[in-house]
């Protein structure tokens, strides 16, 4: 237990449960490891990178900086699905001696990563499409059709098969990514039609500067749920006050303090708390009870709860300031 060197007048108990282990729950395990999503990386990097030279080609043949922008979204989301799909694998080595949560985190800083990579992609489309104002270039519009097209049924398929891993950040953004780069591609087939029947020339860098709005819309929550889970913030959806007040109201519970819960990966949390509890004659069936009760009920997977059957005020690190 991270705190057992504090010297409490009363004896203290620890328990450290593990969701995935069934005897810790009384014979249900809770496992939170991240899904196998291996396949629909692995197609989905495939066609988007096929895609990415296709637009680049057309891209270049036609003279659109829509087309450009839409591949360079593209190649920045082959690269986050990379990230996303090695940080998956990664979730999934063996903890070690120096780092016993594994490499769990990786998933995490990669959808950090991620974010960060689309929101230089807008810095990039932007500058471009600043400098196409400036100077209008003409557009072969049919091309730019038929490969836009293209890319919203190659992308629309890739994010199908993510979109039931909602419950995952960094596979939510890679769901991101593919659906707004299917939304994009269908923008730059009415942009390129709008232009083919009016012949204005701006409509394509206007077109860019949409999409990098579409970009920074999609990429915002994201980047803020990553920073985030990053600084060890409880993940969201789970109230820190109700996992207190849940704590307070078991049986013979006095006290909660040092409360802290965080992500140990985009997937799995983790909650340590003291616990007072001054009559405790039935420390290991309370203490499975709990761990128990707080990954049903908050799908908290790894608890850690260190009971005192002292006053709070024993323990340094009951005031709300101390951590």
Known sequence: MAHDHHDHAHHDHDHHDHGGRSHAHGGRGHSHAPKDFGRAFAIGVALNFGFVLAEVAAGLWSGSLALLADAGHNLSDVLSLLLAWGATILARRAPRANRTYGLR??????????????????????????????????????????????GVVINTATALMFMRGHDDLNVRGAFLHMASDAAVSLAVVVGAGLMALTDLGWIDPALSLVIAGVIVLGTWGLLKDSVNLALDAAPKGIDVAEVRDWLNALPGVTDVHDLHVWAMSTTETAMTAHVTRPDNPDCDAFLHAACEGLARTFNIGHCTLQVETGGAEICPLSPAEAV
């Open 105 to 150: 985190k990786a998933t995490i800083l990669a959808s950090l990563a991620n974010a960060v990579l689309l929101l230089v992609a807008v810095g990039v489309i932007v500058s471009e499409a600043a400098r196409r104002f400036a100077e209008p270039a003409d557009v072969a519009t049919l091309p730019v059709m038929i490969v836009a097209a293209v």
